[in-house]
């Protein structure tokens, strides 16, 4: 018993709609992680006796709100940025959320500024 750990039971694998094809699924897929959480805590991390504890329900997004300062609010995404295979982005805030950390969330044009890798236009 000394050996028991919920995380061993009780894992997430992120779906994403192409996961299950054959051949190029596993390029969609992100890795299985140990999760917290069960159906009555607050970060919930449901999960199905059919399917042994295998997460089925869990907040994707998280956002900590700070009202007196809006550049101290958090948020945490996760499948990351990009929902592009082959993109930096892709799962790259999954690690972060599984740990149930956050990054900033940037509010005031100049810090949006600071931090932009790039500038994305799309034009009809």
């Known amino acids: ?28 897929s992100l890795p299985t992680q140990p ?4 159906n009555s805590t607050v970060s ?17 997004y998280r956002m900590i709100v700070d009202l007196a300062n809006w550049e101290s609010s958090q948020a945490i995404y996760a499948g990351g940025q990009s929902g592009q295979p082959f993109s930096k982005h ?19 044009p100049a810090a949006i500024s600071a931090k932009k890798e790039a500038v994305l236009t799309l034009e009809p």
């Open 1 to 28: 018993m000394q050996d028991w750990a919920w995380g061993k039971l009780h894992t997430i694998t992120p779906g994403h709609p192409f996961g299950g094809q054959p051949i190029i699924g596993n390029v969609f």
């Open 35 to 38: 999760l917290g959480g069960d």
């Open 44 to 60: 919930v991390g449901s999960y199905s006796f059919l399917q042994p504890f295998n997460v089925t329900n869990h907040p994707s």
């Open 90 to 108: 892709f799962g790259d805030l999954y690690p972060l959320w599984v740990k149930g950390e956050y990054n900033p969330l940037l509010y005031s």
